[in-house]
Nanobody
Framework: QVQLQESGPGLVLPSQTLSVTCNVS????????WSWIRQLPGKGLEWMGA???????VYAPSLESRTSISGDTSKNTFTLHLTSVTPEDTAVYYC???????????WGQGTQVAVSS
């Protein structure tokens, strides 16, 4: 049974780096695609970026300058780092699995991260 579980800090100070990890069980990272998606308060889902088999990454253009995603196949995890956060980055952060056509088949339950002083 494939399961994804996000873990994050809960609260991050403005200008700091937000890091959220997705722990994957029941499957391996390769050869799938793994994305980070967030939901801002009162808004729809926003795709942030993805890591694909082989370690290649792609990012949403609006977030590319502040976003990095890395994977650890030995731990079966992948991690999102978002730098220079502001309160506008407060959101529920989700990880999800998909294929090349971005048809999502598994999601984590999401982790709430607030950016506040």
């Amino acid at each position: 049974q494939v399961q994804l579980q996000e873990s994050g800090p809960g609260l991050v100070l403005p200008s700091q780096t937000l890091s959220v990890t997705c722990n994957v069980s029941g499957t391996t990272l390769n050869p799938f695609y793994w994305s980070w998606i967030r939901q801002l308060p009162g808004k729809g889902l926003e795709w942030m970026g993805a890591i694909v088999s082989g370690g290649n990454v792609v990012y949403a253009p609006s977030l590319e300058s502040r976003t990095s995603i890395s994977g650890d196949t030995s731990k079966n995890t992948f991690t999102l780092h978002l730098t220079s956060v502001t309160p506008e980055d407060t959101a529920v952060y989700y990880c999800a699995r998909h294929g090349i056509r971005f048809v999502y088949d598994y999601w984590g339950q999401g982790t709430q991260v607030a950016v506040s002083s």
